[in-house]
Nanobody
Framework: QVQLVESGGGLVQAGGSLRLSCAASGRTFTRYFMGWFRQAPGKEREFVSGISRSAANTGYADSVKGRFTISRDNAKNTLYLQMNNLKPEDTAVYYC????????????????????WGQGTQVTVSS
C-alpha cells in the first residue's frame, strides 16, 4: 500500500500560480503511476493530469493543457502539479492518486484505475 498526502493548496487571484505537492509513503514510490484529479462544488470528480512511473509519459485534460505541469521526484517520493494562469473555474479540491502497473511508461485518466487516493487540498481562485 501507499499513503498519499497533498499540500500546497490555497487562495489565489486569477492569473496567479500555485504548486501542489503529493507526498507518498509506504511502498516504493517508483512502483506507481500517478494522477491528479479535482472536484468542484456540485460537480463530479474529474481528471486533471497523469504521469507514468518513469515520468517519460504525461497527459492533461484539455481544460488545463498549457497551464498546468505534472512532475515527480522519485528520489523524494513526491508528485507535483505546477498550476499557472489560474482561472476561477479551476477552483476545486485537488486529489492525487496512485496505482501500480508493470510498465514504466503507462498512465491513465480513468479514476477507476486508481486504487490509492489522498485526502485532497483545496484550491480557490478568485476573480
Amino acid at each position: 500500500q501507499v499513503q498519499l498526502v497533498e499540500s500546497g493548496g490555497g487562495l489565489v487571484q486569477a492569473g496567479g500560480s500555485l504548486r501542489l505537492s503529493c507526498a507518498a509513503s509506504g511502498r516504493t514510490f517508483t512502483r506507481y503511476f500517478m494522477g491528479w484529479f479535482r472536484q468542484a462544488p456540485g460537480k463530479e470528480r474529474e481528471f486533471v493530469s497523469g504521469i507514468s512511473r518513469s515520468a517519460a509519459n504525461t497527459g492533461y485534460a484539455d481544460s488545463v493543457k498549457g497551464r498546468f505541469t505534472i512532475s515527480r521526484d522519485n528520489a523524494k517520493n513526491t508528485l507535483y502539479l505546477q498550476m499557472n494562469n489560474l482561472k476561477p473555474e479551476d477552483t476545486a479540491v485537488y486529489y492525487c492518486a496512485a496505482d501500480y502497473r508493470p510498465s514504466e511508461y503507462s498512465w491513465t485518466y480513468l479514476q477507476s484505475e486508481y486504487d490509492y487516493w489522498g485526502q485532497g487540498t483545496q484550491v480557490t481562485v478568485s476573480s
